[in-house]
C-alpha cells in the first residue's frame, strides 16, 4: 500500500497536537485534523497543575504558558466551613491561547494541520475527511470525551462551564487562586486566566441540574450553600455543556491505531489533573506510535494499554477516590473542617498529583 501520511491525529486539543508534534520531531510525515476552528472557547481546562507544566517544559514547550497566571492555592468550601490548600505548582491559562500555542508548535515541527475537518476512521489505516480518503501508516484518535471511543459509567457527572468577562467578574475571587464551592449535587470551580476574565467549571449530578433548571441555575444553588457571592448574571451567561465526564475506553487501540487523551478514558478531575493526563500520555505515546509507523505490530496495542496504565491509571485512581468523597456533603464537609485545622493533611495527595509520572523507556521527554 501507499500511504500518504506517517500518522494521521484527529483532534488537535492538547494530546492531539502535542502526540503530533512529537512525531514530527521524530521525522514523521504528519497531518493533524480537528472539526472545530480554531482559536475556540472549551467549557473546562483553563487550569494546569505542576505535573503538566513540568511536562511541558521537558518537552520544550514551556513558551505555551507565557503569561499564564501562577496558581499557588486552592479555597475549597463545604457548608459554612472552607480550607485554604497551597499549591507546589501549576498556572491557569484560557484554552483558546494553549491549545492555538500548541497547534502554532505542532506546526513549526512540520506538522500540517488542517481544521473544520470531520474525519472518521473505517478500515486500518484509512481516515475520511471529508470526501476524501487519506492513508496512513498509524492514526492516532484524540478526539475528546465526545469522540465516542470510551463509554460513560453509571452515574457519570456531567460538566459545565462558563467564561465570565472581567468586568462582570468579582473581585472576591482573585488571580493565582482556584476557588471551589462543594454542595450537594455537584461542585463549582472559579478560575481567573491570563486577560482577567473567570473561568467557571463545574461537575454536577444530572439529576441536580435538572432539578435546578440547568446549569446556571445549578451553579447558583451551589454558591448559594456556600455562602459566596453570584456574579451579576450568572445562571442566565452563555454555559456550555459536556457528555458525562468519568468515563471507561471502549479500547486503547486497534489495527494501525492507538486512542489517546480523554479519549482513552476519563475520570472526574479535581484541579487541573485532566490537562496532565493529556500532555503525558501524548509524550508517552509518541515513542511507541513512531516504532509503529516505522513498522506495525500488533503486539503494540498492548503495549500502549500498558504504558497507559503506568503513566494515567495511577493518578486517575487517586481523582476518583477523591470524587467519591465530594459526593457525599457529610464527607465533603468533615474533610473541609479538618482541612481548615491540618492542611498538611493534604499534601501527599496534592504531591502526587502534581509530579510527573516516570515516562517508559524510549518516551521523547
Same mark, same amino acid.
Request: no cysteine; aromatic share 12%.
Given at each position: 500500500?501507499?500511504?500518504?501520511?506517517?500518522?494521521?491525529?484527529?483532534?488537535?486539543?492538547?494530546a492531539g497536537s502535542v502526540t503530533a508534534r512529537e512525531l514530527a520531531r521524530l521525522g514523521s510525515r504528519v497531518l493533524l485534523v480537528d472539526k472545530a476552528t480554531f482559536p475556540r472557547t472549551k467549557v473546562c481546562g483553563c487550569c494546569l497543575n505542576g505535573a503538566a507544566a513540568r511536562t511541558l517544559a521537558r518537552l520544550g514547550l514551556q513558551d505555551t504558558l507565557r503569561d499564564a497566571i501562577p496558581l499557588r492555592r486552592v479555597q475549597v468550601a463545604a457548608g459554612k466551613h472552607a480550607a485554604e490548600l497551597r499549591l507546589p505548582d501549576g498556572c491557569a491559562l484560557s484554552r483558546e491561547a494553549f491549545d492555538m500555542r500548541l497547534i502554532d508548535a505542532a506546526q513549526a515541527a512540520g506538522v500540517e494541520f488542517r481544521p473544520n475537518t470531520v474525519a472518521r476512521t473505517h478500515h486500518a489505516g484509512e481516515v475520511h475527511l471529508e470526501g476524501e480518503t487519506h492513508t496512513a501508516r498509524v492514526v492516532i484518535v484524540a478526539t475528546g470525551l465526545a469522540g465516542g471511543e470510551a463509554t460513560p459509567e453509571a452515574g457519570s457527572r456531567i460538566g459545565a462551564g462558563v467564561v465570565l468577562s472581567a468586568t462582570a467578574a468579582l473581585a472576591f475571587f482573585t488571580p493565582g487562586t482556584i476557588h471551589m464551592a462543594t454542595?450537594? !449535587?455537584?461542585? @463549582?470551580?472559579?478560575?481567573?486566566v491570563e486577560d482577567g476574565r473567570l473561568d467557571v467549571a463545574a461537575a454536577f449530578d444530572a439529576a441536580f441540574m435538572k432539578a435546578n433548571g440547568g446549569p446556571g441555575r445549578a451553579?447558583?444553588?451551589?454558591?448559594?450553600?456556600? !455562602?459566596?457571592? @453570584?456574579?451579576?448574571?450568572?445562571?442566565?451567561?452563555?454555559w456550555k455543556g459536556t457528555p458525562p465526564l468519568t468515563?471507561?475506553?471502549?479500547h486503547l487501540g486497534r489495527e494501525r491505531l492507538f486512542v489517546t487523551g480523554d479519549a482513552a478514558g476519563y475520570v472526574e478531575p479535581f484541579t487541573g489533573e485532566g490537562m496532565a493526563w493529556a500532555i503525558m500520555s501524548a509524550a508517552a505515546l509518541a515513542p511507541l506510535a513512531?516504532?509503529?509507523i516505522t513498522k506495525w505490530d500488533n503486539r503494540l496495542i498492548a503495549e500502549w494499554e500498558a504504558t497507559h496504565r503506568q503513566v494515567i491509571g495511577r493518578r486517575q485512581r487517586v481523582c476518583r477516590m477523591v470524587s467519591r468523597v465530594l459526593r457525599s456533603p457529610a464527607l465533603t464537609t468533615i474533610a473541609v473542617r479538618s482541612l481548615r485545622t491540618f492542611p498538611a493533611f493534604a499534601r501527599p495527595v496534592v504531591s502526587s498529583l502534581n509530579r510527573p509520572s516516570s515516562l517508559p523507556h524510549g518516551a521523547s521527554v
Open positions: 500500500m501507499t500511504w500518504d501520511w506517517d500518522a494521521v491525529v484527529i483532534g488537535a486539543g492538547p454542595g450537594s !449535587g455537584g461542585y @463549582v470551580g472559579f478560575v481567573r451553579a447558583e444553588a451551589i454558591l448559594q450553600q456556600v !455562602g459566596w457571592p @453570584v456574579p451579576s448574571g450568572f445562571a442566565t451567561a452563555a468515563r471507561r475506553p471502549l513512531h516504532r509503529a
